[in-house]
């Protein structure tokens, strides 16, 4: 079982920065992803991180949004620059039991989600 819980959404600028972060415990998932949803649409997957450190990301937030995580792998974060108002939003981190492999962005493959922060871009 894993347990997340994410910090750091709030209020920027067009052209600002914010840095998500979530926390991990409990077992080690193989693969870490960010997910978003605006209001009125689906919850789309943005980012993802796998057991060895190999990232990828949506077309939407490609060169603005970078993923990492801390040395532990304790703790993911995800550093937004850039950041437009299509950007607003409520920002999931999630885990799955699998690498992340070329499902990365379904929702259903995740097994593990936090409650969510809320990014409001203005």
């Known amino acids: 079982h894993v347990q997340l819980v994410e910090s750091g959404g709030g209020s920027a600028q067009v052209g600002g920065s914010l840095r998500l972060s979530c926390v991990a415990s409990g077992d080690s998932p193989y693969c870490l992803g960010w997910f978003r949803q605006a209001p009125g649409k689906e919850r789309e997957g943005i980012a993802a991180i796998d057991s060895d450190g190999r990232t990828t990301y949506a077309d939407a937030v490609k060169g603005r949004f970078t993923i990492s995580q801390d040395n532990a792998k304790t703790t993911l974060y995800l550093e937004m620059n850039s950041l437009k108002p299509e950007d607003t939003a409520i920002y999931y981190c999630?885990?799955?039991?699998?690498?992340?492999?070329?499902?990365?962005?379904?929702?259903?493959?995740?097994?593990?989600w936090g409650q969510g922060t809320q990014v409001t871009v203005s």
């Open positions: 999630a885990a799955r039991r699998d690498e992340c492999g070329m499902t990365w962005k379904w929702r259903r493959v995740y097994d593990y």
